[in-house]
């Protein structure tokens, strides 16, 4: 059993290190309706963090049109405290996480 599993490792190695490891692929035409509305992201005290994402694509390859409307009202960001970091972001293609 331990040389069937050696075996298998070994075979399955060479495909799981070929993965793309930039993420997913998205074929064809991409909308994306967002509606974010009273969303709270908050960071309280000292070294804190705290990140919100809504409608993001954060990796990945697009192929294809893309088309995004978004829609924000009463969407609250706030960060308190030393070195805290509070980020928020809704309907973002390609950006990451800065805390």
Known sequence: ?????????????????????????IEGGVQMNISAEGDINAAVGNEANASQSVGAIESGNIVGDIE????????????????????????????????
């Open 1 to 25: 059993m331990k040389k069937l599993t050696f075996v298998l490792m070994v075979l399955v190695a060479p495909w799981i290190m070929a993965q793309d490891s930039d993420g997913p692929t």
């Open 68 to 99: 995004m409307a978004v829609e924000g009202a009463g969407d609250i960001n706030a960060a308190v405290g030393n070195e805290s970091c509070a980020d928020q972001q809704v309907g973002t293609i390609g950006k990451k996480s800065t805390c």
